[in-house]
């Protein structure tokens, strides 16, 4: 396995980096290498919070439309691009986990306003998808559909780091002036997040990567070594961003396939990638953070896992309101019952009864109604 290091002719061989370490990212200190990846529909504020009080060096939001903030569209500026305060704060473990915002499209003019915009909004580092499957944003011309075109994405990324830099000086500008902004010292890093490729074999994903970084200026790039068109099925070809690591004079941030903490490490070593970012593997699972880090070895109790739920459920009502958050938390609720330990009969049954919740109050009862090794009491016998 390599090590992420190169050898030396002469002196020691210098220490490989730990999953632990900090390191920049562009103007930024990171605090540690494993990080949240953008989680398209679900990385909202509270969902980045979650993974920062469990470790998480950096969180990335949920993909952001370049076109909805253009034209202002209320939600996507009401709830979207909110960044909560205490996502600003230092977590349990001590530190501060910077929040960037992922945006997507494919209008570099569009773009450049969008960056600017995420930054008067408070985001730390701007992310452009241009790995997204899904064929309603590869058909206008995002997402993964950019690796087929790679002047206009490296236009987009371009146009992204020119708004954000504007964004970032006219906060300067204030702070001079006796405004209150703070932060405005330094860049904002733009990076991408791409695939390997559109299919299976093809590797544009690799060749791009090079050009947004020598023609773009990108900071940094998170690469997912699988097709588009695989989605998230098959191996990934970790051999393939081995080779990124070598050759690109920036950071790669590895994704895909993460799913325990035994594959993390084993991936990071491989690649000698600069981080890794947890993607599918933390739905509904913020203890891999720790288990990463070497915070914990185990997975979580039952009783964690109702009082990690409980949390999810005010935090989502915070951002939604209750009647909202009921209806939206129904894709949650799987991904908890499932670390609950419980036999099919009886994940079954509590899965089923947290779907019918009308309101989130009676979903609560049904927490509180789950014997100590969390089964429904009425079904324990």
């Given at each position: 396995m ?16 730990q999953?632990?370490?900090p390191w920049?990212?562009?103007p ?5 290498r ?15 919070l979650?993974?920062k009080?469990?470790?998480a060096?950096?969180?990335v939001s949920e993909?952001v ?15 979207l ?26 209008e ?5 306003l969008?960056a600017a915009?995420?930054v ?14 899904v ?14 075109d ?8 371009r146009a992204?780091r ?21 932060g405005?010292?330094?860049?904002v890093p ?10 299976p ?12 970084v ?29 080779r990124?690591?070598?050759v ?14 035994e ?15 947890l993607a ?5 699972n913020p203890?891999?953070f ?6 914990r070895e ?5 009783a964690?896992v109702r009082?990690?739920l ?5 935090r ?6 209750p ?6 938390l129904?894709k949650?609720?799987p ?12 994940a ?20 509180e109604?789950?014997?100590?090794a969390?089964?429904p ?5």
């Amino acid at each position: 396995m390599r090590c992420g290091c190169k050898p030396r002719h002469n002196g020691p061989v210098a220490r490989a980096p730990q999953l632990t370490d900090p390191w920049r990212l562009g103007p930024l200190e990171i605090p540690n290498r494993v990080l949240l990846a953008p989680l398209a529909g679900i990385g909202n504020w509270f969902v980045r919070l979650q993974a920062k009080r469990y470790g998480a060096g950096m969180a990335v939001s949920e993909m952001v439309s370049s076109h909805a903030i253009h034209y202002r569209n209320e939600r996507t500026l009401r709830e979207l691009l909110r960044i909560h305060p205490d996502e600003r704060r230092a977590g349990p473990h001590g530190y501060r986990a910077p929040t960037a915002i992922q945006l997507f499209g494919q209008e570099p003019e569009i773009m450049r306003l969008a960056a600017a915009c995420a930054v008067a909004a408070g985001a730390e580092a701007i992310d452009i998808n241009m790995g997204c499957p899904v064929p309603k944003v590869c058909r206008t011309g995002s997402g993964a559909a950019l690796l087929g075109d790679p002047a206009r994405a490296v236009a987009v990324a371009r146009a992204a780091r020119e708004g954000a830099a504007e964004a970032r000086a006219g906060e300067a500008g204030g702070s001079a002036a006796g405004g209150t902004s703070g932060g405005a010292a330094g860049g904002v890093p733009i990076t991408v997040k791409l695939r390997s490729g559109q299919r299976p074999g093809d590797t544009s994903g690799f060749e791009l990567a090079q050009r947004l970084v020598h023609d773009a200026g990108v900071a940094a790039i998170g690469f997912h070594p699988r097709s588009a068109a695989v989605h998230h099925k098959g191996t990934p070809d970790y051999a393939l961003a081995a080779r990124l690591v070598e050759v690109l004079p920036a950071p790669v941030i590895l994704t895909g396939g993460l799913h325990d903490a035994e594959a993390v490490r084993a991936a990071f070593a491989q690649t000698g990638a600069a981080a890794v970012m947890l993607a599918r593997g933390a739905l509904g699972n913020p203890w891999l953070f720790e288990q990463v880090l070497g915070a914990r070895e185990d997975g979580p109790t039952p009783a964690e896992v109702r009082a990690e739920l409980r949390w999810v459920m005010d935090r989502a009502a915070e951002h939604l309101g209750p009647e909202r958050a009921a209806r939206y938390l129904r894709k949650f609720y799987p991904w908890y019952v499932a670390r609950l330990g419980l036999d099919r009969t009886h994940a079954t049954a509590l899965q089923q009864s947290l779907h019918a919740a009308p309101d989130l109050a009676r979903a609560r009862r049904l927490l509180e109604e789950l014997d100590p090794a969390g089964r429904p009491v009425a079904l324990a016998a």
